[in-house]
């Protein structure tokens, strides 16, 4: 019993390490991180944490990121979820085309778009801006989005609409009172992919941005160029990185066990 | 109030899936549309709830033109197959979902849901979520659902199907009094002929989507109009064979012969299909006049309230039905005795030639 625990146990040791480092990291200062190796923190300082929390080019970071991946996912969403119906419930013309073509879209490298992009936005005035790269992520995340929930209407009889129509719904009625209440769990689980699909996205945010709307890690690259190496507030700026993604997994953590059941994950 | 199909059909690409249809159901009635799996009973009842569009024809509703107007507005109850409710609700939204969509004053609608409720027997269940509750209180309240509104009709498309054994034959009991009395047409689809004769009302046969016949249960159950009519309207399966008459004998290959009785006897001599029900061929001696099969038995079946046995005679397998335990041996040779004023003879065509009683 004990030896069989071992196993998982190590393997779980190995995989934080470089998550426990980090952690480490940014509780020491820059010189000990560069002067040896030290399994934790001889001298344990919050000096890090003060400079994000108390410099808004820091702190604006965050904000940004946290705006147009906010914005992105409700953008993703809201186009997502009357597209994702259509497929689920209607047969068009080159509907499974359509469909297989939305996927194709998560395969094409990023970064092919990354020069086109930078030329429309600036063209339309919306460089630098939330919406800019809120937009730029719907490349990949509609897609997404429209291919998780389709799973999951899919699994919603079409006699739940027909009902709520004999009933004497309208369809914008049902659509909102009915059917979103009946997916929340698919939404939910949408949601927190969008949310991480954008938040870890880097090059287009970097490309579209420059002073406003500059994402956190865009600010992590440039501060570390001009300020010399501070490793510390860099792991400190990592760190705070990884918790909106630990505490959106936390809140779906059981629904995301479900949209894996359901084979669309 | 009355619900009139003309020429009512339905093409999907080159697939006729209803043939034109002609009904006209009228209000307080119990319908029931019997037929097989895809014999086109839900589609028919798609159709009137105007779910889906037909492809020639019309609906009226009191004389009024109602084929093109969306489900929203025709206001009817569907209960389907499934247990279909709205799973972030509680029964008590689910029953009162109809009335606040249609615009029910709020202090009208807990009255009419409690009283709902309590013909359905779901008063404890009001506050419960519908995955809370056992098939027969979801299905329960599907159908509280279908009688709070004053709707125009009641579609109900094999709303028992998926019940057990028990609480199928409980509320098939309970369902045509509750229906009863509504004002409303209603329109109740099966595949089991014993369901509606127990339901009684009026029966319109299905077979291949069309309409074969349609009438009082009773009636049709006694007089089927065509072969397949009278084929969908039995169960176990009606024992058919070809048959021939010759002067006032029907011979039934070499095996078999029979004196023709009732209207058979003024049937001109030729070819035709004899149909016979199973619980007319009875393997005890029955007091109407009967004449002997001997057929080889290959399956039996015993509920312990009757007995079921396969036999084969000529080229074909007839089925006998019979109250009581029968011991039967298969592959043995039983002698059985069926009822020649029971027959129908169907002309080639498949249409009712005569039956072997005299009328009625």
Not at chain 2, 185 to 204: D, F, H, K
Request: net charge neutral; hydrophobic share 45%.
């Amino acid at each position: 019993m004990k030896a069989r625990s071992l196993v998982p146990i190590l393997y779980i040791l190995f995989l934080m390490l470089p998550i426990y480092w980090l952690v480490a990291m940014s509780f020491k200062t820059t010189n000990e991180i560069l002067g040896g190796f030290s399994l934790f923190p001889q001298v344990w300082t919050l000096d890090n944490y003060r400079v994000i929390f108390t410099d808004p080019t820091w702190y604006w970071g965050y904000f940004n990121s946290i705006s147009y991946v906010t914005l992105n996912t409700v953008i993703s969403l809201a186009a997502a979820l009357p597209a994702a119906y259509a497929f689920s419930r209607y047969s068009f013309m080159g509907d499974k085309h359509l469909f297989f073509w939305l996927l194709t879209n998560r395969m094409a490298p990023v970064a092919v778009f990354a020069l086109p992009f930078f030329q429309l936005y600036s063209a339309v005035g919306l460089f630098d801006t939330y919406l800019a790269v809120a937009l730029a992520h719907c490349l990949f995340n509609i897609p997404l989005a429209v291919w998780i929930l389709e799973g999951f209407m899919s699994g919603i009889p079409k006699e739940l609409d027909e009902t709520a129509f004999v009933d004497g719904y309208s369809f914008p009625r049902f659509f909102t009172t009915i059917f979103v209440p009946t997916i929340k769990a698919g939404i939910g689980v949408t949601a927190f992919f969008l949310f991480m699909f954008s938040w870890v996205e880097l090059l287009l945010a970097k490309t579209l941005t420059a002073v406003y709307a500059k994402p956190i890690a865009a600010v992590m690259t440039r501060t570390a160029s001009s300020a010399g190496y501070e490793l510390g507030l860099l792991a400190a700026a990592g760190v705070l990185t990884i918790i909106p993604g630990a505490i959106v997994i936390y809140f779906v953590r059981n629904y995301i066990a479900k949209g894996f059941a359901l084979g669309r994950v | 109030m009355t619900l009139e199909l003309t020429d009512l059909s339905l093409r999907v690409g080159a697939d006729m899936h209803i043939y034109p249809t002609t009904l006209r159901l009228e209000v307080g009635s119990f319908n029931i549309l019997l037929g097989a799996t895809g014999a086109g009973k839900s589609t028919l009842i798609r159709l009137m709830a105007g779910l889906e569009r037909p492809t020639r024809g019309s609906i009226r509703v009191d004389g009024q033109d109602v084929t093109g107007r969306s489900p929203q507005k025709r206001n009817i109850s569907l209960v389907h197959q499934f247990f279909v409710n709205y799973p972030h609700m509680t029964v008590f939204e689910n029953i009162a979902s109809p009335l606040k969509v249609s615009g029910v004053p709020t202090s009208e609608i807990a009255g009419r849901v409690e009283a709902a409720a309590d013909i359905l027997q779901l008063r404890p269940m009001l506050h419960r979520r519908p995955q809370e509750l056992s098939g027969g209180q979801q299905q329960r309240t599907a159908l509280a659902r279908a009688i709070v509104k004053e709707s125009t009709a009641i579609f109900l498309d094999e709303p028992l199907a998926n019940l057990d054994y028990k609480l199928r034959e409980e509320l098939r009991e309970q369902l045509p009094e509750l229906l009863a009395g509504r004002g409303t047409v209603i329109v109740y689809a099966t595949s089991e002929p014993t369901e509606a004769l127990l339901l009684g009302g009026n029966t319109a046969l299905m077979y291949e989507g069309r309409v074969t016949q349609f009438g009082s249960t009773a009636e049709i159950y006694r007089a089927p109009a065509d072969l397949h009519s009278a084929q969908v309207f039995s169960d176990p399966p009606i024992n058919i064979a070809p048959v021939e008459k010759r002067g006032d004998r029907m011979h039934l290959g070499t095996a078999l012969d029979w004196p023709v009785e009732g209207e058979a006897a003024g049937l001109s001599d030729g070819e035709y299909v004899v149909g016979i029900r199973p619980h007319h061929v009875t393997p005890v001696a029955p007091a109407a006049a009967a004449v002997p099969i001997t057929g080889t038995v290959r399956i039996t079946e015993l509920s312990g309230s009757e007995s079921v046995a396969h036999f084969s005679i000529a080229d074909r397998v007839w089925v006998s039905q019979s109250p009581g335990v029968t011991q039967f041996f298969v592959g043995q040779t039983h002698e059985f005795h069926m009822v020649p004023a029971e027959c129908f003879y169907f002309a080639r065509d498949g249409q009712l030639a005569a039956r072997g009683s005299a009328h009625g």
